[in-house]
Each structure stands twice: as structure tokens, then as C-alpha cells.
């Protein structure tokens, strides 16, 4: 009996190892074409960008990709810039608000309240009567 376990065994494991053989390549050639198609796809979508640095020159994948690297590089640190000065201005705006209310609105609360105060003197508070 143990023999033709063993030999069941060895058999399976050969029928896996040739469906690992016969797979691979196709697995590869799939990953191939997954990357050349997304290196396609970089291309297309950043065309312009390509044609001001090398117009007339054929790009290999690996220029592609330096190139794609050095624009998303740029346009990260535009983000940032960017951000940076929206951050700056946006500082600025609240402290001049927090001037402006402070400077600007206290006097006029002040003079406010002291003629509301004014006005609830007992003196101003009566009824004026012509007679």
C-alpha cells in the first residue's frame, strides 16, 4: 500500500510542477503587458510635458518613468507652495479681522453703550409733555 501512496504523491506533485511551468509564462507576459500599458498610459497622459523636454527623440520606458517622477516631483512642491501661501494669507486675514474688530468696533460699543446709559437716566427717561 505505501508504495502507491508514494507513487500518487509523486505523481500530483509532477502534474502541479508542469501546471507551475506552463503557467509562469503566462503569468509574466500578462505582468508585462499590465506594465507597458500603464507606461502607455503615463506617456499619453503627460504627451505635452514630454515633447517640451525631447521632441523628436524615441523614449524608452525607463525616460518615461524618470520623467513622470520629475513632473509629480514639480507639481508636489507647487502643492506645497501653494498650501504655504494659502496658509500665509490666511493668517494674515484673521489677524487684520482681529485688528480691525478690536480696533474699529470697540469705540463705536463704547460711545453706544454710554448714550444707551445716557438714555436710562432718570432725567431722560421721563415723558416729554409740551404743556
Known amino acids: 500500500?505505501?508504495?502507491?501512496?508514494?507513487?500518487?504523491?509523486?505523481n500530483s506533485q509532477e502534474h502541479l510542477t508542469l501546471i507551475h511551468k506552463l503557467r509562469k509564462p503566462l503569468v509574466e507576459k500578462l505582468r508585462r503587458e499590465r506594465i507597458n500599458s500603464s507606461i502607455e498610459q503615463l506617456k499619453s497622459l503627460l504627451g505635452p510635458e514630454f515633447l517640451k523636454q525631447q521632441p523628436?527623440?524615441?523614449l524608452e520606458k525607463a525616460d518615461i518613468l524618470e520623467m513622470t517622477v520629475c513632473f509629480l516631483t514639480e507639481l508636489q512642491q507647487q502643492s506645497q507652495q501653494q498650501r504655504r501661501l494659502l496658509n500665509h494669507f490666511n493668517r494674515l486675514q484673521s489677524s487684520s479681522d482681529k485688528n480691525l474688530r478690536e480696533?474699529?468696533?470697540?469705540?463705536?460699543?463704547?460711545?453706544?453703550?454710554?448714550?444707551?446709559?445716557?438714555?436710562?437716566?432718570?432725567?431722560n427717561s421721563a415723558l416729554w409733555r409740551p404743556w
Open 103 to 123: 480696533a474699529d468696533f470697540s469705540p463705536l460699543s463704547s460711545s453706544v453703550q454710554t448714550s444707551i446709559t445716557k438714555d436710562k437716566s432718570p432725567v
Open 56 to 58: 523628436d527623440s524615441k
Open 1 to 10: 500500500m505505501a508504495p502507491t501512496i508514494t507513487a500518487a504523491m509523486t
